[in-house]
């Protein structure tokens, strides 16, 4: 395979950085509280410049939600990997336009150790999400609903989309509001970064 010359060189820092966090995660005072995500931050470019880690992790919402067959979940039951959970509507133009690269990010880090997970927020019929993945042509997604906006609201959602990154603990770590390019090399290589820092 042929990379170019963007592509080498996030290839680079994701090394770099992989290698910078892998040395935090494995000290014994390197606890959830505790690591440096100067390295990750370091590497932002592009969309993920908006993308902002916090000094310390937050706590993500308890409650549960509607998963796309009819059941309830909460963002607990994701703990120990790492989660990218972005929040949409129907409604949201800028969401129809990230959308297709959630999904392409979904296909190539999907596993044991990622997923990308998402939240209908607010009044979204399924019919209407249904369609909505149909026309962008997305179908490895989950049709999640927070119709309350009993999730969105403790977690400080107040304008969609809204992309929260959430460590192995299950605490938000990041956060970026608007949409952004989640199938960039750049996006890629920081959530490799993330990924390999593994447990506390």
């Known amino acids: 395979?042929?990379?170019?010359?963007?592509?080498?060189?996030?290839?680079?820092?994701a090394a770099i950085a992989i290698a910078a966090l892998s040395f935090v995660a494995l000290k014994p005072t390197a606890t959830a509280e505790t690591r440096d995500f100067s390295a990750v931050v370091d590497m932002r470019d592009g969309d993920m410049r908006k993308l902002n880690f916090h000094s310390a992790p937050k706590k993500v919402s308890q409650n549960s939600f509607i998963t796309e067959d009819g059941g309830e979940a909460t963002l607990a039951d994701y703990k120990g990997k790492v989660v990218l959970l972005n929040f949409w509507a129907t409604w949201c133009a800028p969401c129809r336009h990230e959308m297709p690269m959630l999904s392409e990010l979904q296909s190539e880090l999907n596993g044991d150790d990622?997923?990308?997970?998402?939240?209908?927020?607010?009044?979204?019929?399924?019919?209407?999400?249904?369609?909505?993945?149909?026309?962008?042509?997305?179908?490895?997604?989950?049709?999640?609903?927070?119709?309350?906006?009993?999730?969105?609201?403790?977690?400080?959602?107040?304008?969609?989309?809204?992309?929260?990154?959430?460590?192995?603990?299950?605490?938000?770590?990041?956060?970026?509001?608007?949409?952004?390019?989640?199938?960039?090399?750049?996006?890629?290589?920081?959530?490799?970064?993330?990924?390999?820092?593994?447990?506390p």
């Not at 026309?135 to 809204?162: C, S, T, W, Y």
């Open 1 to 13: 395979m042929k990379l170019n010359g963007s592509a080498l060189v996030y290839t680079g820092l």
């Open 114 to 199: 990622f997923e990308v997970v998402t939240l209908a927020t607010g009044r979204n019929m399924v019919p209407a999400m249904q369609k909505f993945f149909d026309e962008i042509g997305v179908d490895n997604l989950p049709l999640h609903r927070d119709p309350k906006q009993v999730v969105a609201r403790e977690m400080a959602v107040f304008g969609l989309p809204a992309t929260i990154i959430m460590d192995r603990d299950g605490r938000e770590i990041a956060r970026l509001q608007g949409d952004a390019d989640w199938s960039s090399e750049n996006a890629r290589a920081i959530l490799a970064a993330v990924i390999a820092m593994g447990n």
